[in-house]
């Protein structure tokens, strides 16, 4: 059965900051990787989709890395700023049919 | 565009009632989605279609029922609330394999 975690569960940085989440899979056998933000109240909005066969993929400010031999990605923030605020979710394509979600890290960015 | 929608976005039932929640989406997508979101849990899958006609369980499918009888909807149904299924409720879709998914707003169900 797949498994993700997420470390830290939450993290407080002072505006201006890069800044690193990381996610691990226990099952390296996976379609892609997808990272989400959630603000409070809110639904899911997609980031950065990471196919299995890719190694990172960019938008902006953020870069995703994947190691799938390691069961690893990470999510880099660059030059972080208080909208950036928020609960971050990495998601595995669990076989081509459907997404398992790690816990989550809840980053604050301090003006 | 409108992407995900769902409705109702809240809900307050008391047990033993039944309600159904609608995800309607605009993408023309296969695969369509309902998670359900509580503290400390993280979202967990209860059903899922990977296309018109067809659905499967999912991590926590005891207590709700799915139907996909037309592509753009995903209907996510109660038959008997009970108080374990206050939740926050996220249907999601997308084009399958290789696919980004997308969420919608989710709903927000108290059973008291």
């Known amino acids: 059965k797949q498994e993700v975690t997420q470390i830290p569960a939450a993290l407080s940085v002072p505006e201006g900051e890069n800044l690193v989440l990381n996610c691990s899979f226990t099952?390296?056998?996976?379609?892609?990787l997808q990272w989400f933000r959630q603000d409070p109240g809110k639904g899911l909005t997609s980031l950065l989709l990471?196919?299995?066969?890719?190694r990172e993929q960019t938008s902006g400010r953020l870069n995703a890395s994947l190691d799938k031999s390691s069961g690893r990605s990470t999510l880099y923030i660059a030059a972080s700023q208080p909208g950036d605020s928020a609960t971050y979710l990495c998601?595995?394509?669990?076989?081509?049919?459907?997404?398992?979600f790690g816990p989550g890290t809840r980053l604050s960015v301090l003006p | 565009n409108a992407g995900v929608t769902q409705t109702p976005k809240f809900r307050v039932l008391k047990t033993g009632q039944s309600m159904t929640l609608l995800c309607a989406q605009d993408?023309?997508?296969?695969?369509m989605y309902w998670y359900r979101q509580d503290p400390g849990m993280g979202l967990r899958l209860i059903h899922y279609?990977?296309?018109?006609?067809?659905?499967a369980k999912g991590e926590v499918p005891d207590g709700y029922n799915v139907s996909r009888l037309k592509k753009q909807n995903f209907l996510l149904g109660l038959e008997s609330a009970a108080p374990s299924q206050t939740s926050v409720y996220f249907c999601?879709?997308?084009?399958?394999?290789?696919?980004?998914?997308?969420f919608g707003q989710g709903t927000r169900l108290t059973v008291v």
């Open positions: 999601a879709s997308s084009w399958g394999t290789f696919a980004e998914a997308f």
């Open positions: 099952d390296s056998a996976i379609y892609n």
């Open positions: 990471i196919q299995s066969s890719q």
């Open positions: 998601a595995v394509d669990n076989y081509g049919q459907n997404f398992v």
């Open positions: 993408m023309n997508h296969e695969y």
């Open positions: 279609s990977v296309g018109e006609g067809t659905t």
